[in-house]
Structures are given as C-alpha cells and as structure tokens.
C-alpha cells in the first residue's frame, strides 16, 4: 500500500519567503506528526495531530511556524519569512493511535533557505 | 536531562559479524515503548522493531533483536551476521504512555553503522 507522501522533496527558497510543506499520511491513520532534522543531527519533534486537531503547539520553533490538518488527512507546514537556520529536512510522519504504534515516515522534504 | 542516550556516534563493524547498538533511556512511567528506527543515507526512517514495556520476551524481527533490560533501563539493538546494506544511521525512540502518543516518539542522537567487508 501507499506510504507516507510528502512534497515537494526538494525546496530551495530566498530568505524571506513563506513556504508549505505537504504530507499525505498513510490511509487509516489518525495520527500525524512533523519533526526537523538538521544535517548530521537527531529529529525534532515539531507537532502532532490526532484527527484535526494539534493539542499542543509548544515544540514548533517559532511563531513563524505554523501547521494545519484538514479532513484528517492531508497536512500542510507553514513557515513563514524564512530564516537561514531553517534550512533542514522536515519530515512528516503517521500513525494509528496508540502509544505503542510505531511511526511510519515520509522520505521528507529538504528545505533550502538562501 | 536526555529521555534517549545513544553512547556511540560512530561503529565499524565487519560484515558477517554481529553488531550491537547501544541505547539506554530515563522514564518514571511504567508503561512505555522502546523503537529503533533506521536511517540509510537516502534519508528514509525505516521502522525495525518494537518492545514494549510490559514485554517479557525481546523482541525479535528477522536479524534484529532488542536486549531488553528493564532494570537498566536498557534497549540495545543487536544485529546479527551484518551486511553491507546495514550501513546506516540507528535511532532508538521511546514514547511515554502519560504522553499519550501527544508528543510522538523522543529520539535519541543515533549511531552511524558502517560496515566494512
């Protein structure tokens, strides 16, 4: 079956310039998760929906962050004016509820800011 | 304080022989789950396996097993007979039950496994 899809896969954008990150989760799974992942480093955990609704918002980095989830399915990550330090691979990940469910992850999109 | 603490930045290990990655945590909740995720250079997080707090057997899938030490507070991975393919960063994860799947999976820093032939 269909994976967890996100795009575009590559984006180079200005300093400045809003961008949207898509991911389409896995079908059947309520959960939906974004983290960050700078070059060589762990993953941030960025936020996490359950159906539509994200119950905490505290992880993103900033106010210029922000995300959406519609229908409970496809997600979108905002950030808007850009920073060089965002530049990363944003991953987005899905799952059935449930603590012990693993995450099942996109292949990411990798931001460029210059 | 670090909830995942992965001791081992870097591993060389030779191809056919058994690896093991280290990975302890730090959790006061009694029911929680240890992941190891892999992450090859194509940047994938591939799932591997899963224990669960409660678990009394390791967990086991196909060459991966999960040393599963409660006490310690200890989930290491060991992969047997390692092959080239297995080349890759490791990450292990945990996730608490008292967050209740709202803040994911905390990871740790990871462990990047070059095996050589």
């Known amino acids: 079956g269909a994976g967890v899809s996100q795009s575009p896969s590559n984006k180079v954008t200005e300093k400045g310039k809003d961008v949207e990150l898509r991911c389409d989760p896995i079908?059947?799974?309520?959960?939906l998760y974004w983290y960050r992942q700078s070059l060589g480093q762990g993953l941030e955990f960025l936020i996490y929906?359950?159906?539509?609704?994200?119950?905490?918002k505290s992880g993103l980095p900033s106010d210029r962050f922000s995300a959406e989830r519609t229908g409970g399915s496809v997600s979108t990550l905002t950030i808007q004016r850009t920073q060089q330090e965002d530049s990363a691979v944003y991953l987005c990940?899905?799952?059935?509820?449930?603590?012990?469910?693993?995450?099942?992850f996109g292949n990411g999109t990798r931001l460029t800011v210059t | 304080a670090q909830k995942i603490t992965q001791t081992q930045p870097g591993m060389f290990v030779q191809e056919k022989e058994a690896v093991t990655l280290d990975c302890t945590y730090d959790?006061?909740?009694?029911?929680?789950?240890l992941f190891w995720y892999k992450q090859p250079s194509s940047g994938e997080m591939i799932f591997l396996i899963y224990?669960?707090?409660?678990?009394?057997q390791n967990a086991t899938e196909g060459r991966y097993s999960l040393n599963f030490q409660k006490a310690r507070k200890s989930a290491n991975l060991v992969i047997s007979a390692s092959q080239l393919g297995d080349s890759a960063m490791y990450f292990c994860?945990?996730?608490?039950?008292?967050?209740?799947?709202?803040?994911?999976?905390?990871f740790g820093k990871g462990t990047h496994l070059i095996i050589q032939p």
């Open positions: 990940a899905s799952s059935f509820s449930g603590w012990n469910s693993p995450l099942h």
């Open positions: 079908s059947g799974h309520t959960a």
């Open positions: 929906f359950q159906g539509n609704s994200a119950p905490d």
């Open positions: 959790t006061s909740d009694q029911s929680y789950g």
């Open positions: 224990q669960g707090s409660y678990d009394e």
């Open positions: 994860a945990m996730r608490e039950y008292s967050g209740g799947g709202a803040d994911g999976l905390t």
